[in-house]
């Protein structure tokens, strides 16, 4: 299974990014999916996830500026990123859960840079 991201740069505060990350390899469909972030000397944290029905849910520092979707089609998850600030600046990485017997496995992918400059 590999989730491979996409999307990610360097926009200046204010600006905008769209990030990608499609799944494939697996013959389970995923139920939830997310966007995570590391800033340097942080712990890895929950952006937003998504359920395979399009529940959506946020972190604080998300809400009305990003918006999670994904297109179950193509196994993919996108993160619109808006009004970007120079704090959002982190590795973004993509997980996507499946379930077999109750048996969830979670899977990441290598992760995509965001940079906000001042």
């Known amino acids: 299974v590999r989730l491979v991201e996409s999307g990610g740069g360097l926009v200046q505060a204010g600006g905008s990014l769209r990030l990608s990350c499609a799944a494939s390899?697996?013959?389970?469909?995923?139920?939830?999916m997310g966007w995570h972030r590391q800033a340097p000397g942080n712990q890895r944290e929950l952006v937003a996830s998504?359920?395979?029905?399009?529940?959506?849910n946020y972190a604080e520092s998300a809400k009305g500026r990003f918006t999670i979707s994904r297109d179950n089609a193509k196994n993919t998850v996108y993160l619109q990123m808006y009004s970007l600030k120079p704090e959002d600046t982190a590795v973004y990485y993509c997980s996507g859960e499946t379930r077999y017997y109750g048996i969830a496995t979670e899977y990441w992918g290598q992760g995509t840079q965001v940079t906000v400059s001042y």
């Open positions: 998504i359920t395979s029905v399009g529940i959506t």
């Open positions: 390899g697996s013959d389970l469909e995923f139920n939830d």
